[in-house]
């Protein structure tokens, strides 16, 4: 085959301080024996996108510096924030971490896959193809399509992750935060199937109703006047031990923490200067909340641990054969369990378009955007 080419969507910053994004052309060469080159037809913008995408840039400062047939935006990046973004200054990186598509060339081993929808992870899928490792891409499921299987990895391992994270450690319940979200119902359809009680926390009403659509038990909103006392009766019900965090900043982890020791506490036999005997875990995984995570430690005495969470170090220490388990479980249940649903679907331009960036950029519970490189 003659090379194909076709945009990409690219953020660069500069040693002045601006983060650019823009459209560039890029060359794709035949496939290796290994590879697959894909037209790339759905990737949907997730938050950890847009942390490559934005970076430490300052949204307000957003202007539309391109062209109509060319889009591009700029930023500027806080002083500041210079100093952790050495290693990326002037380097024009691709974005997007998983997407679908057909593939249309293969290298010799993968030639049955021409023609065939594939799921792919790997990076540089915010484009119009995708040259990928074999390993890199799973077909997708007769009749499925590439919106289906767009977003078969970040979501989907990221709340099985969480249940085998809970059965690993010995807890028996999970509290969850931002709980509405594609990744939210999807851990909550889980839970209902595998009967692992799950506390479910939201900020509105009706993104309680979405989880109470799906077979929810235990849904809290925060705002709530008396959403601590809710959440302490919620881990005594469930006995819940392990948090999952998406907000990270604020005192809402500190509170899950505390609930969880009060609800320890009211079948201790006696008191203890160093609280309950329950080891109490809060796994941060996002930062809907950029601002600093504030923990009142002498609430919840002196069993407890807060970490970070992040899908793929936690893969490579789960090992293969837990990590096919899991994808093949994805696979089987990729348009019930692993449904995603989008706000909208946008081109590569239109993703330039500054009231569009605007919107997907805020990260608001129940909306998530699909590209489709296509359009």
């Not at 081993?109 to 990928?132: D, P």
């Not at 359809?189 to 077979?215: F, H, M, S, T, Y």
Request: with cysteine; glycine share 10%.
């Amino acid at each position: 085959m003659s090379d194909i080419k076709g945009l990409e969507l690219r953020s660069i910053v500069d040693a002045e301080g601006s983060l650019t994004l823009r459209l560039e052309e890029v060359t794709y060469p035949a496939p290796a024996d290994d590879e697959v080159l894909v037209r790339v037809e759905a990737a949907p913008i997730n938050p950890s996108d847009l942390g490559l995408l934005l970076g430490p840039a300052d949204v307000t400062t957003l202007e539309e510096v391109g062209a109509p047939d060319a889009p591009a935006l700029r930023f500027s990046v806080p002083r500041g924030r210079m100093g952790g973004l050495r290693a990326r200054i002037g380097q024009s990186l691709p974005v997007g971490n998983e997407g679908a598509g057909t593939v249309v060339a293969a290298g010799a081993q993968g030639q049955e896959l021409i023609g065939r929808k594939v799921g792919m992870i790997g990076g540089a899928m915010f484009a119009q193809y995708r040259l990928a490792k074999l390993r890199e891409v799973v077909p997708l499921p007769e009749g499925a399509s590439a919106a289906d299987g767009a977003a078969m990895f970040v979501n989907p391992l990221t709340s099985l992750a969480f249940v085998e994270t809970m059965r690993a450690e010995g807890h028996k319940a999970i509290v969850h935060t931002a709980a509405a979200s594609n990744l939210g119902q999807m851990l909550q359809k889980i839970c209902l199937a595998d009967g692992v009680p799950l506390v479910n926390i939201v900020r509105k009403p009706e993104q309680a109703a979405i989880l109470r659509d799906i077979g929810a038990t235990h849904v809290l909103n925060s705002q709530d006047d008396d959403f601590r006392a809710q959440l302490a009766d919620a881990c005594a019900e469930t006995g819940a031990t392990i948090a999952f965090d998406a907000i990270g900043g604020g005192t809402l982890g500190s509170d899950i923490v505390q609930a969880m020791e009060q609800a320890a506490n009211r079948n201790a036999g006696e008191y203890s200067r160093y609280g309950s005997d329950a080891f109490k875990q809060l796994y941060i995984y996002g930062a809907l909340d950029t601002g600093a995570t504030t923990l009142n430690r002498l609430a919840f005495g002196f069993q407890w641990s807060v970490s970070g969470f992040l899908l793929t170090p936690w893969l490579k220490k789960a090992g293969a054969e837990t990590a096919g388990r899991m994808r093949q479980r994805i696979a089987d249940e990729l348009t019930t369990t692993f449904a995603s649903n989008y706000t909208a679907t946008i081109g590569l331009k239109e993703a330039l378009h500054a009231d569009v960036l605007r919107a997907y950029e805020r990260k608001a519970t129940g909306e998530k955007y699909l590209i489709d490189p296509t359009r």
